[in-house]
């Protein structure tokens, strides 16, 4: 086939309507075009396709509304009742009777006389404030120290010997001698749960982080001299989010099972936390009619655990770029 010549004049435009410059810009050749990606809203996309997830995160929700709304809004007098005989340890048909039908006495009254309903409450958010408080402490600590002790020879010769010696000595026997010690409070509890605890989170970061680091990535930006700390910071702590968010969902029900464990014991806070309360009525566990007062807080106990971990695993999962395909 043969090439054909086209006059353009003969359509009487200028070279300028016909053709138009194309400038070079370095910024715009670099730019890839693509779906626009946003992680968490990716996380938040695989956490929520598991219908099971959902049916926990209400749970959780109604949990944490009773918790830490549901006692603001009553006034809660644990004593009220203490020199009334006929109103200790009611069950819940004769709560109703002796004080007629309300929320307070859906689970009966306690040896002082109390509403068993809102002293299990009041003790969760006691028990829970303490976890999250513990929790955000050994996190911060344990994840900071692990991602620069990963890096650093001289950190890794000293704090491997100090792990040696004080993971020797058995946790809750640690906690234990604290808080006979110290005075029996809330932030000696923090206090005694704090103190060593973020050393082993600290000890499994710096091994996550002695896994990564040798990447190809990570080897160069330490060739180009970024310092260690922004490595630490900017190409690997990210890179872990789902290994953090697993280690959190692991040490908030943990922290409840010490409180819940310790006050059990006697050896727990002074306030009337959920370990208080159980302890309290454990002696009501076998007698007919009171067993309201022991399964409550305990059940509360189990519920706000066991939910606590799960949506915490099952967003560790979520977390993970692998499943995001």
Same mark, same amino acid.
């Given at each position: 086939?043969?090439?054909?010549?086209?006059?353009?004049?003969?359509?009487?435009?200028?070279?300028?309507?016909?053709?138009?410059?194309?400038?070079?810009?370095?910024?715009?050749?670099?730019?890839?075009?693509?779906?626009?990606?946003?992680?968490?809203?990716?996380?938040?996309?695989?956490?929520?396709?598991?219908?099971?997830?959902?049916?926990?995160?209400?749970?959780?929700?109604?949990?944490?509304?009773?918790?830490?709304?549901?006692?603001?809004?009553?006034?809660?007098?644990?004593?009220?009742?203490?020199?009334?005989?006929?109103?200790?340890?009611?069950?819940?048909?004769?709560?109703?009777?002796?004080?007629?039908?309300?929320?307070?006495? !859906? %689970?009966?009254?306690?040896? #002082?006389?109390?509403? *068993?309903?809102? +002293?299990?409450?009041?003790?969760?958010? $006691? =028990?829970?404030?303490?976890?999250?408080?513990?929790?955000?402490?050994?996190?911060?600590?344990?994840?900071?120290?692990?991602?620069?002790?990963?890096?650093?020879?001289?950190?890794?010769?000293?704090?491997?010997?100090?792990?040696?010696?004080?993971?020797?000595?058995?946790?809750?026997?640690?906690?234990?001698?604290?808080?006979?010690?110290?005075?029996?409070?809330?932030?000696?509890?923090?206090?005694?749960?704090?103190?060593?605890?973020?050393?082993?989170?600290?000890?499994?970061?710096?091994?996550?982080?002695?896994?990564?680091?040798?990447?190809?990535?990570?080897?160069?930006?330490?060739?180009?001299?970024?310092?260690?700390?922004?490595?630490?910071?900017?190409? !690997? %702590?990210?890179?872990?989010? #789902?290994?953090?968010? *697993?280690?959190? +969902?692991?040490?908030?029900?943990?922290? $409840? =099972?010490?409180?819940?464990?310790?006050?059990?014991?006697?050896?727990?806070?002074?306030?009337?936390?959920?370990?208080?309360?159980?302890?309290?009525?454990?002696?009501?566990?076998?007698?007919?009619?009171?067993?309201?007062?022991?399964?409550?807080?305990?059940?509360?106990?189990?519920?706000?655990?066991?939910?606590?971990?799960?949506?915490?695993?099952?967003?560790?999962?979520?977390?993970?770029?692998?499943?995001?395909?």
């Amino acid at each position: 086939m043969e090439n054909e010549l086209f006059d353009l004049e003969k359509y009487g435009l200028s070279n300028e309507e016909l053709f138009s410059r194309v400038d070079h810009s370095e910024t715009e050749s670099e730019k890839i075009t693509a779906p626009r990606y946003s992680y968490w809203k990716s996380v938040f996309r695989v956490f929520f396709r598991n219908k099971v997830n959902i049916i926990l995160l209400c749970v959780l929700l109604i949990v944490l509304l009773l918790t830490y709304v549901y006692p603001s809004l009553i006034n809660y007098d644990p004593y009220a009742n203490l020199m009334d005989g006929t109103a200790k340890h009611l069950t819940p048909s004769a709560a109703f009777a002796r004080f007629g039908r309300s929320i307070h006495w !859906i %689970l009966g009254s306690g040896g #002082s006389g109390e509403p *068993t309903f809102d +002293a299990v409450w009041y003790g969760a958010r $006691i =028990s829970l404030t303490l976890a999250l408080i513990c929790a955000g402490i050994n996190m911060t600590i344990g994840v900071l120290l692990g991602a620069v002790w990963g890096f650093s020879k001289r950190l890794d010769m000293i704090m491997n010997e100090v792990v040696n010696i004080i993971g020797n000595i058995p946790y809750t026997l640690l906690i234990s001698v604290l808080v006979l010690v110290l005075s029996p409070s809330f932030w000696t509890m923090v206090f005694a749960l704090t103190v060593t605890g973020w050393l082993f989170i600290a000890y499994f970061i710096r091994t996550q982080v002695i896994i990564i680091r040798d990447r190809d990535y990570n080897l160069a930006s330490r060739c180009l001299g970024t310092p260690i700390t922004r490595i630490a910071t900017k190409n !690997i %702590l990210p890179f872990m989010t #789902s290994v953090i968010v *697993t280690q959190i +969902a692991i040490e908030i029900p943990s922290y $409840i =099972s010490y409180e819940v464990f310790l006050a059990y014991i006697g050896m727990g806070i002074k306030d009337m936390s959920l370990g208080r309360i159980i302890g309290a009525a454990q002696s009501a566990m076998l007698t007919p009619g009171w067993g309201y007062e022991f399964w409550s807080p305990v059940l509360v106990s189990a519920v706000l655990t066991i939910v606590l971990y799960v949506v915490g695993q099952n967003l560790g999962d979520a977390s993970d770029p692998r499943t995001h395909m």
